[in-house]
């Protein structure tokens, strides 16, 4: 069984900065892509970004484009979401996700992804 093992949320003020990671486990499995989505309180999931495991093309939401920066490490299985200039409605579960493969779903597409992580929390405080 694959595992998603999500870290790095937490609390922050306004401006400032996480970190995640998000690290792939398991039996062997195929990633196309990793991607990065998040929930906040009432609200629907949404995407924020997304890496292609070959050749690290990536994708973005545009309200975290210019702020929030995903990378991998194919060494390590592992994505990582670098968020600056982070604001209070950035706050939400943040939950990674594998794609393992290109499918007809656009990559912002939840549907895409097969396997997703348990979810960490990141807060911004004003």
């Known amino acids: 069984q694959v595992q998603l093992v999500e870290s790095g949320g937490g609390l922050v003020q306004s401006g400032g900065s996480l970190r995640l990671s998000c690290a792939a486990s398991g039996r062997s499995y195929n990633i196309y892509a990793m991607g990065w989505f998040r929930q906040a309180p009432g609200k629907e999931r949404e995407f924020v970004a997304a890496?292609?495991?070959?050749?690290?093309?990536?994708y973005y939401a545009d309200s975290v484009k210019g702020r929030f920066t995903t990378s991998r490490d194919n060494a390590k299985n592992t994505v990582y979401l670098q968020m600056n200039s982070l604001k209070p409605e950035d706050t939400a579960v943040y939950y990674c996700a594998v794609r393992s493969n290109s499918g007809s779903y656009l990559m912002s597409r939840e549907a895409a992804y097969g396997i997703w992580g348990q979810g960490t929390q990141v807060t911004v405080s004003s």
């Open positions: 890496i292609r495991w070959s050749g690290g093309v990536t």
